[in-house]
Nanobody, 127 residues
């Protein structure tokens, strides 16, 4: 059973930075895709960033050039570096994992068909 625990959320001012972490247990990175999603109040959940088994990354248009996803396989931690944040980035952020590799990671990310989820960490951006 894959376990995911997010941390690092909190209040931040517009233009500031924040780094989210996701501690991952019971996983072999070579067999799994990893991703970040978010859900703002009153809105549907959306994909933010994805990283596949080879370390290739993908981003949603609203965060391209501002957010960076990475993982530290030695520590089993997934990161989301958030720079130049905006009020519209305010949301609950979730990390997620799914079995797969390569293009499957992106297909599942777009379709939100990840089946292992953390409990979320709240990010609030003030104007």
């Amino acid at each position: 059973q894959v376990q995911l625990v997010e941390s690092g959320g909190g209040p931040v001012q517009t233009g500031g930075s924040l780094r989210l972490s996701c501690a991952v247990s019971d996983i072999t990175y070579s067999h799994y895709c990893m991703a970040w999603f978010r859900q703002a109040p009153g809105k549907e959940r959306e994909g933010v960033a994805v990283i596949d088994n080879d370390g290739k990354t993908g981003y949603a248009d609203p965060v391209k050039g501002r957010f960076t996803v990475s993982n530290d396989n030695t520590k089993n931690i997934l990161y989301l570096q958030m720079d130049n944040v905006k009020p519209e980035d305010t949301a609950m952020y979730y990390c997620a994992a799914a079995r797969g590799s390569g293009s499957v990671c992106y297909t599942k990310w777009i379709g939100q068909r990840y089946d292992n989820w953390g409990q979320g960490t709240q990010v609030t951006v003030s104007p």
